[in-house]
């Protein structure tokens, strides 16, 4: 009994968990950036996006024997990408904001025809 | 393995969670940089420390920081009821997000995956440089993407600067909205 119950403590996770784990979290991201109003938490819900690609992307870098670890430099690809994008959208948003005095995604409807 | 694995996926996904629904912004930052110190833990499980580290230095340490001060900029004294954060069609975008996480969850667990054993990937971070730049037997087109995203990065610094500059005359400056 106590044997059995070390062994499920010790017991390898199978690749699918991480992706499961991986699955949730980029549904979780793109619940908050559907249904966020402020522009700042959009961008903070597309961040966990990619993170859950990241931890998928490494997971099958040590899962699949003939990946060579490519996953891990596509994550770190993925990582410059995410950092290029706050930088550029915070720059956005802070723009909006001097002109518009709002990060609202509802009122930010400048290109409305 | 079992208890860590549960303990960080507790982490992630109750931290992803209270991102999207903490009505406080700063909390959102915050839980942010706890989600993303959840998926560096995970790097780590996946035999992957050097990423781990990159994990930690950028998106807890600058990511986070960045957000803050977008924050610090443009966060005023708000109404903190939950009706307040979200939009007006925040049924569709739940009922969108469950089938979005329903069918990867679904159509992961059903693929198969062939022999997968964990312990492939970089133990050492050197390998990880090795194929970033497309060397030693790596796929050689991360030498191109390499240099791609170092161009992405310069542009993206620039244009950052560009946007949020502030040409003189317009805008309003903060003396004048106080005074």
């Known amino acids: 009994m106590l044997q059995q119950f070390l062994d499920t403590l010790n017991a390898t996770i199978p690749l699918e968990g991480y992706l499961v784990v991986g699955a949730?979290?980029?549904a979780i991201g793109a619940w908050g950036a559907l249904i966020r109003r402020?522009?700042?938490?959009?961008?903070?819900?597309?961040?966990?996006?990619?993170?859950?690609?990241?931890?998928?992307?490494?997971?099958?870098?040590?899962y699949l024997p003939n990946a060579g670890g490519a996953g891990a430099?596509?994550?770190?690809?993925?990582?410059?990408?995410?950092?290029?994008?706050?930088?550029?959208?915070?720059?956005?948003?802070?723009?909006?904001?001097?002109?518009?005095?709002?990060?609202?995604v509802d009122?930010?409807?400048?290109m409305k025809g | 393995m079992t208890v860590a694995f549960v303990f960080l996926t507790a982490m992630t996904l109750i931290s992803a969670l209270g991102v999207v629904l903490s009505r406080n912004v700063v909390h959102?930052?915050?839980?942010?940089?706890?989600?993303?110190?959840?998926?560096?833990?995970?790097?780590?499980?996946?035999?992957?420390?050097?990423?781990?580290?990159?994990?930690?230095?950028?998106?807890?340490?600058?990511?986070?920081v960045v957000i803050l001060?977008?924050?610090?900029?443009?966060?005023?004294?708000?109404?903190?009821?939950f009706r307040t954060i979200i939009q007006k069609q925040h049924w569709p975008g739940l009922f969108s997000a469950i089938g979005v996480g329903t069918f990867l969850a679904y159509i992961l667990i059903i693929q198969d995956w062939g022999y997968t054993k964990p312990g492939n990937g970089l133990q050492e971070p050197g390998s990880l440089g090795e194929i970033l730049l497309g060397v030693n037997g790596a796929p050689p087109i991360f030498g191109l993407l390499f240099e791609v995203i170092s161009v992405l990065l310069l542009v993206a610094v620039?244009?950052?600067?560009?946007?949020?500059?502030?040409?003189?005359?317009e805008g309003v400056d903060r003396q004048e909205v106080d005074g």
């Open chain 1, 38 to 62: 402020n522009a700042v938490v959009v961008f903070m819900c597309i961040e966990l996006m990619l993170n859950a690609v990241n931890l998928s992307l490494v997971a099958f870098a040590d």
């Open chain 2, 69 to 81: 001060f977008g924050i610090m900029f443009t966060q005023r004294p708000q109404v903190r009821r």
């Open chain 2, 158 to 169: 620039i244009a950052a600067i560009v946007v949020s500059r502030r040409k003189t005359g």
């Open chain 1, 24 to 26: 949730i979290m980029f």
């Open chain 2, 28 to 64: 959102s930052a915050l839980l942010m940089s706890a989600s993303f110190l959840g998926v560096a833990g995970f790097f780590v499980m996946l035999n992957a420390p050097a990423l781990a580290a990159f994990q930690v230095l950028i998106y807890v340490g600058a990511v986070t």
């Open chain 1, 107 to 110: 009122d930010i409807n400048l």
């Open chain 1, 73 to 104: 430099g596509y994550a770190v690809l993925v990582i410059a990408v995410a950092a290029a994008e706050i930088a550029v959208g915070l720059a956005v948003v802070l723009a909006v904001y001097r002109t518009r005095k709002t990060v609202n």
